[in-house]
T-cell receptor, first 112, second 116 residues
Framework: GQNIDQPTEMTATEGAIVQINCTYQTSGFNGLFWYQQHAGEAPTFLSYNVLDGLEEKGRFSSFLSRSKGYSYLLLKELQMKDSASYLCAVSLFSGGYNKLIFGAGTRLAVHP | GAGVSQSPSNKVTEKGKDVELRCDPISGHTALYWYRQSLGQGLEFLIYFQGNSAPDKSGLPSDRFSAERTGGSVSTLTIQRTQQEDSAVYLC??????????????FGSGTQLSVL
């Protein structure tokens, strides 16, 4: 089976740094995605890792260790608008194509 | 279109009735995915299409659920004899659909289905 784990909820202070962890055990792995989802809205793409290491994109960075089945999303200089759910997803090869399997998401609340 | 469009945005139905949910993907995207998101839960994969065929429908919860896609574009997810446990947000996503390539998905805003 496929298993993707991430914390259910986190809180942080405006201007601070927060790290959201994701561990996975899946049959097959083609890459790991992070999506952001504000309440009542569509998930939007944040980052993608296929090789080990850190990918930086502005205030957001994502890290992957394939040998450990581990990733994290790092958010710097937190803003109130960063309050949202953050979804970790693993890309699996299926039927000649790739599909994304999602974790349950981490609900982040940013306080003043 | 500019983005993935889903309709209706909200649907309230009575237990036992059939419902149809529609998804219009981004123009030119050949891959189309349906996911279900229950309250406080992650996205549960249901089915995906490449063109009009469905190589993977392993996530459909029961034979009450079916989906089709016509013209390589619009897809319809049908739930027959709805049950209260079917209440959830149904999300559609699309991607370019290049075989063997890992692609990011573009999501619609979803249909909130409530079964009374």
């Amino acid at each position: 089976g496929q298993n993707i784990d991430q914390p259910t909820e986190m809180t942080a202070t405006e201007g601070a740094i927060v790290q959201i962890n994701c561990t996975y055990q899946t049959s097959g792995f083609n890459g790991l995605f992070w999506y952001q989802q504000h309440a009542g809205e569509a998930p939007t793409f944040l980052s993608y890792n296929v090789l080990d290491g850190l990918e930086e994109k502005g205030r957001f960075s994502s890290f992957l260790s394939r040998s450990k089945g581990y990733s994290y999303l790092l958010l710097k200089e937190l803003q109130m608008k960063d309050s949202a759910s953050y979804l970790c997803a693993v890309s699996l090869f299926s039927g000649g194509y790739n599909k994304l399997i999602f974790g349950a998401g981490t609900r982040l609340a940013v306080h003043p | 279109g500019a983005g993935v469009s889903q309709s209706p945005s909200n649907k309230v139905t009575e237990k036992g009735k059939d419902v149809e949910l529609r998804c219009d993907p981004i123009s030119g995207h050949t891959a189309l995915y349906w996911y279900r998101q229950s309250l406080g839960q992650g996205l549960e994969f249901l089915i995906y299409f490449q063109g009009n065929s469905a190589p993977d429908k392993s996530g459909l919860p029961s034979d009450r659920f079916s989906a089709e896609r016509t013209g390589g574009s619009v897809s319809t997810l049908t739930i027959q004899r709805t049950q209260q446990e079917d209440s959830a947000v149904y999300l559609c996503a699309s991607s370019l659909g290049n075989r063997g390539r890992v692609e990011k998905l573009f999501f619609g805003s979803g249909t909130q289905l409530s079964v009374l």
